[in-house]
Structures are given as structure tokens and as C-alpha cells.
Nanobody
Framework: QVQLVESGGGLVQAGGSLRLTCAAS????????MGWFRQAPGNERKFVAA????????YYVDSVKGRFTISRDSAKNTVYLQMNSLTPEDTAVYYC????????????????????WGQGTQVTVSS
């Protein structure tokens, strides 16, 4: 069992930065792949980034490559999403998710493969 709590969202101007934090509790966090998704009003939940259980491999949707960075601190049971050069198109509710083993990198963009979800944090980018 893994419980996830996101924080760090807010209102920022275009070009600005935010760092989202996902605090996890539960004994299986260290073996879980972690992902960030986002959902804008009227849209489906979409993949943003993922990191494997060891932190050695990261994956991004093309639209955020070079701007966003996902990382994890296993000692703190925390996953981060550093977001730079934000644009209004990044406005959405951002969700943290955990995928219990077994997991494969091909599964990371698929929200149905994740076992646990946080409550989400709102990110609003003004133009």
C-alpha cells in the first residue's frame, strides 16, 4: 500500500518555475516506478514524466522535454517534478502516481497501469 500527497502547485507567470513534490508513505515505495500526470479541464489525464524504481531512468512526454525534470529521493520517500519555462499550456491539475512491480518502461505513459494516485495539485500559468 502506498499513500501519495502532492504539493507545490500554484499560480505562476509564463516563463516561471515551480517544483512539485510527491510525498509517499508505505513500504513498497522503494520498489515502485513513479509517474506524474496532468489533467486540464475537459481533457483526459495525460502522461508527463516517469522515473523507474532506482531513479536511474527517466521518461518524458515530448512537450516537456528540456523543461521538466523528474527525480526521486528514496531516503525521503519523495518524488519531485521541477518545471521550468512554464507556459499557459502547462496549466492543469498535476497528479503523482505509483506503479507497483512488476513494471516496464513501455507501461509508464498508461495511467491504467498505476496502482496508487495522489489527490492532485493545481498548477496555473498566466500569460
Amino acid at each position: 500500500q502506498v499513500q501519495l500527497v502532492e504539493s507545490g502547485g500554484g499560480l505562476v507567470q509564463a516563463g516561471g518555475s515551480l517544483r512539485l513534490t510527491c510525498a509517499a508513505s508505505g513500504r513498497t515505495f522503494s520498489s515502485s516506478a513513479m509517474g506524474w500526470f496532468r489533467q486540464a479541464p475537459g481533457n483526459e489525464r495525460k502522461f508527463v514524466a516517469a522515473i523507474n524504481w532506482s531513479g536511474g531512468n527517466t521518461y518524458y512526454v515530448d512537450s516537456v522535454k528540456g523543461r521538466f525534470t523528474i527525480s526521486r529521493d528514496s531516503a525521503k520517500n519523495t518524488v519531485y517534478l521541477q518545471m521550468n519555462s512554464l507556459t499557459p499550456e502547462d496549466t492543469a491539475v498535476y497528479y503523482c502516481a505509483a506503479m507497483s512491480p512488476p513494471h516496464h518502461s513501455a507501461w509508464y505513459p498508461d495511467p491504467t497501469k498505476y496502482n496508487y494516485w495522489g489527490q492532485g495539485t493545481q498548477v496555473t500559468v498566466s500569460s
